[in-house]
């Protein structure tokens, strides 16, 4: 059997998709994603391929509901609109790499990891813990929550 070629999409289940287009788009240095060429909205394209109306939930597609990097490198990131709340931690979390590794300085990385965390939190970012192992594991990060409360890192 011939591999078959895959790409990669994270999906974020949330309430708002909008509010976290907006806060992933700028916290991942990403753009959000316009609808394919010829259709306005995404909602017109999906109407274009036969998606039933009663699929849509209200104002579904009238505003980008993923963010793609304009690179091209990273995944597309897709916040999918859902009734449930989120009630629990995460299984699984987007660590920001910025602190450069363990060849550069602690000291170096956590300036790197703080300035990175003051950013995020002027995005609507919180700040749940720091990570501060100086003795021995010689590592720093921060543990963060985007604007609906969903874990990640910056380390």
Known sequence: MEPVEMTLQLTIDCADPQRLV?????????????????HETWRAYWASIGVP????????GELPESIVDPKGAG??????????????????????????????????????????VARLTALGASILRTMDEPNGMDY???V??????NEFCVV
Not at 144 to 149: A, K, T, V, Y
């Open 140 to 142: 720093y990060a921060v």
């Open 53 to 60: 109306e009663e699929e849509l939930t209200e104002g579904a």
């Open 75 to 116: 995944p597309r990131v897709w916040f999918q609109q859902v009734p449930e709340p989120k009630t629990v931690k995460n299984r699984l979390h987007l660590d920001l790499k910025v602190g450069g590794g363990r060849e550069v300085p602690l000291a170096l990385r956590r300036d790197r990891v703080d300035g990175e």
């Open 144 to 149: 963060l929550q985007d604007p609906e409360g």
């Open 22 to 38: 907006r806060f992933w788009a700028e916290a991942l240095r990403y753009v959000p994603q316009p609808p394919p060429e010829g």
